[in-house]
């Protein structure tokens, strides 16, 4: 099988979640099979720390600004275009919007042809104009959506055209290699934080809006007047000051801690008795949600476009309607308190991951896709 020369992109800067995650699996999966991979993003970001920390190549003098910044942007695709040729990148693989534009253009200056791929990952509308349509329909040669539900928006906008009828699923995954040590960074966190015999929950994601944190703290408070509990919030992001004022205005600090960014995330979920996610917007799978099921972890979850591709209402966890703080819970109080509930509830978490979201087949899938893609040119 040839050698694939690829390069990965995304905008993201600080923390850490689902797409940045996907990126970094994706890419050592990719170079384990003989691919080069690499992995451009802007200065600082997180991805390129852990990126180099795999010994992936990387490249970070980026911007990919948000607003319209006329210099960066020319200089971002000018720096792209040289990375593209000095490497002799035949496949630049985009996860973002502002990437996406800038690795686009990059690589159609090109002198040889090359490949462009973009991967969504969230559910926020792509807004149908002239600009999205020339870029999703002519520039970029095949999308990738994480979910069913990304899908969808993407048909409710129309911006792809006929081109939704070439759109490939391919689920985000878990590593099972990356947690031969959570037993032991399971005890490491209780007595870290003291956990004795309290019920925990735990939610993982980046301290944003869109996240719902605000709705886990609500459902925390009325779950903390009914059993002894500790909470937990990993993960970092702009929110967090906002989030520990309403935790202190709720007289909750004793029991609530926003955590930052882990290593040992794994330690955190075999802790726990319930994971409780609750994003508002954008959301389209959940990587953290995939990763407490592979651990046993029944899930509560806000009923979101695409999260019943891996949350089954019942079997696996809860599906509660939108922003429902009350029903989130009852549903996690009758999770916590059963014992049988919580271990029937984990076995068929267990069972549904290794089922479908394993990382052999996100890498499988995606290597397939590319050399597919790179033999009819």
């Not at 690499?38 to 003098?61: C, H, N, V, Y």
């Not at 944190?213 to 909470?231: C, D, G, P, T, W």
């Not at 509560?300 to 891996?310: D, K, L, Q, Y």
């Amino acid at each position: 099988m040839r050698q694939l020369r690829i390069l990965h992109t995304n905008m993201h800067r600080g923390g850490w979640g689902g797409q940045p995650n996907r990126i970094l699996l994706l890419s050592k999966g990719l170079r384990e099979r003989g691919h080069f991979v690499m992995i451009a993003a802007p200065k600082g970001a997180t991805l390129i720390k852990r990126a180099r920390e795999e010994g992936i190549p990387t490249f970070d003098e980026l911007e990919f600004p948000k607003k319209f910044k006329p210099f960066s942007i020319v200089r971002d695709i000018l720096n792209l275009h040289k990375v593209i040729v000095e490497n002799d990148i035949e496949i630049v693989h985009t996860h973002g919007s502002q990437d996406t534009w800038a690795a686009t253009l990059a690589a159609r200056l090109s002198p040889t042809p090359k490949v462009v791929i973009r991967t969504r990952h969230n559910t926020f509308p792509v807004a149908n104009h002239l600009g999205n349509r020339l870029l999703n329909r002519k520039l970029v040669d095949y999308i990738i959506v994480v979910s069913q539900g990304i899908r969808e928006t993407y048909k409710s906008t129309g911006v792809l055209g006929h081109k939704i009828e070439k759109m490939r699923i391919i689920y985000s995954a878990v590593d099972p290699s990356r947690f031969k040590n959570c037993e032991r960074l399971e005890e490491k966190v209780k007595a870290e934080f003291g956990i004795e015999d309290e019920f925990v929950f735990v939610k993982v994601g980046r301290l944003a809006k869109e996240k719902g944190h605000s709705y886990f703290i609500e459902v925390a408070k009325r779950l903390n007047q009914m059993l002894k509990s500790r909470f937990f919030a990993l993960g970092e992001g702009p929110l967090r000051n906002n989030l520990e004022e309403q935790v202190k205005e709720l007289q909750l600090e004793e029991s609530f801690t926003f955590t930052g960014l882990r290593n040992d995330v794994c330690g955190f979920l075999r802790c726990a008795d319930v994971f409780i996610f609750t994003p508002i917007s954008g959301e389209s799978l959940g990587t953290a949600v995939l990763e407490s099921l592979y651990h046993k972890l029944p899930v509560v979850s806000f009923r979101i476009e695409g999260i019943n591709a891996s949350v089954e209402d019942r079997k696996n966890g809860f599906l509660v309607e939108l922003k429902d703080t009350n029903d989130a819970y009852h549903k996690a109080l009758a999770i916590a308190t059963s014992k049988r509930e919580r271990t029937k509830m984990g076995a068929n978490g267990k069972r549904k991951i290794e089922r479908q979201f394993l990382i052999n087949k996100l890498i499988e899938d995606t290597e397939r896709l590319y050399l597919d893609l790179m033999n009819s040119l």
